[in-house]
């Protein structure tokens, strides 16, 4: 019979720096305008070894304003200009329309992680009125 292979368990390893978690609303949707409603942080980003990249985990609760026929959710690096590392493309039908609540979720993998923020976006299709973001969650995991 051979011996029992040798295994590393995590108790004693922190691994706390790799998990960073936002639920605070940043803002909501003003009209159409692409509008950044959560942002996370990894801390010590340049202390982390990096293998495969960062898991992004996204839900928002929202009621789309006046007139709005489709809501899009993004996942960017940095800011509402960065690169993005993935988008739900129109999310449409009798759910997202105009002062309807929805609850939709988007993930991505970013492999190139060479971002230390990384934010949620959300812009209404024809929107002429704020929409109102109730609740987010964003969870970066780097990997």
């Known amino acids: ?4 292979p040798i295994t590393l368990g995590s108790y ?33 980003f340049g202390g982390l070894a990096i293998n ?12 789309v ?29 009798s759910q997202h329309g ?3 609540l929805s609850a939709d979720d988007i993930n991505g993998f970013d492999s190139g992680a060479g971002v230390a923020t990384y934010v949620m976006t959300m812009q209404v ?3 002429s009125a704020t929409s109102t973001v109730s609740a987010v969650f964003l969870q970066a995991t780097a990997v």
Request: without cysteine; hydrophobic residues 45%.
């Open 1 to 4: 019979m051979p011996p029992n």
């Open 98 to 100: 105009a002062a309807i």
């Open 125 to 127: 299709t024809a929107g």
């Open 52 to 63: 495969s990249g960062v898991l992004l985990y996204g839900w928002a609760a929202y009621t």
């Open 65 to 93: 304003g006046t007139n709005g026929t489709a809501v899009q959710l993004k996942l960017r690096q940095t800011n509402v200009s960065g690169s993005t590392v993935a988008a739900t493309g129109a999310l449409t039908g």
């Open 12 to 44: 004693g390893i922190d691994l706390s720096q790799r998990f960073a978690v936002s639920v605070a609303v940043v803002a909501s949707p003003t009209a159409a305008a692409e509008t950044i409603i959560a942002q996370v942080t990894i801390p010590n």
